[in-house]
């Protein structure tokens, strides 16, 4: 009788195994289908000497509204540019202190006049939100770009470019407390999705 049971287990445990491992592949293959890459959907931006430059205090510029449509976000989508930039390791100068000592949306301002090794530059060109009440879905097209103070060319551009990006906030909707806060989530969506493509700066140059 032992004997026979341990024919029968010794079959079993190849089989077993098996299954576990088609199991474990199948896990591992559902979870690489559903996972989003960072940075993806930026494929207009690319990156250039920032590597070289490494800057390391940046000004974050107003940002500029082209899209004709009144009422888009701008403060709340510059402020979250700034805390980006923190998280990203670097050292966006406050808001109130560039406001305050640079002009910044001034045909006169010059980048590098605060000290700054970069300057962020934001340009929305498109807020397409025909179907922001009825779905909580936005288009959001824009110009990024991080700028060398000493060179700052779009040509010669640190990283940067085009963006087009969707949110779809139909989940969160019902959840959201207040309208403002279901665009606040809005900007957060855009912005972080934008600053998944810059590279984080080298801490140790």
């Given amino acids: 009788m032992h004997s026979t049971l341990s024919v029968r287990v010794a079959r079993l445990v190849p089989a077993l195994a098996l299954s576990l491992g088609l199991c474990a592949l199948t896990a591992f293959a559902a979870c690489n289908t559903t996972r989003v ?5 930026n494929d207009g931006i690319s990156t250039g000497r920032l590597a070289t430059v490494n800057p390391l205090e940046v000004v974050v510029q107003r940002v500029e509204n ?18 980006g930039l923190v998280k990203a ?16 949306v001034e045909a006169g301002y010059k980048p590098g006049e605060l000290g700054e090794q970069a300057t962020l530059r934001v340009v929305i060109t498109g807020w397409d939100d025909s179907q922001w009440r009825s779905r909580s879905r936005l288009v959001v097209d824009a110009e ?10 779009l040509t010669k551009a640190l990283w940067g470019g085009h963006v087009s990006r969707t949110v779809d906030l ?23 999705g934008v600053l998944d493509s810059l590279p984080p700066r080298n801490p140790e140059r």
């Fill in 37 to 41: 890459p960072l940075g993806a959907g």
């Fill in 66 to 83: 082209q899209s004709g449509v009144a009422g888009v976000p701008l403060d709340a989508i510059r402020a979250r540019f700034h805390s």
């Fill in 89 to 104: 390791r670097y050292t966006p100068l406050a808001l109130e202190y560039v406001d305050r000592n640079a002009r910044a």
């Fill in 144 to 153: 990024v770009y991080l700028l060398d103070a000493n060179e700052p060319e």
């Fill in 170 to 192: 139909s989940r969160q909707a019902a959840v959201a407390p207040t309208a403002n806060d279901l665009v606040d989530r809005a900007v957060a969506a855009f912005v972080d």
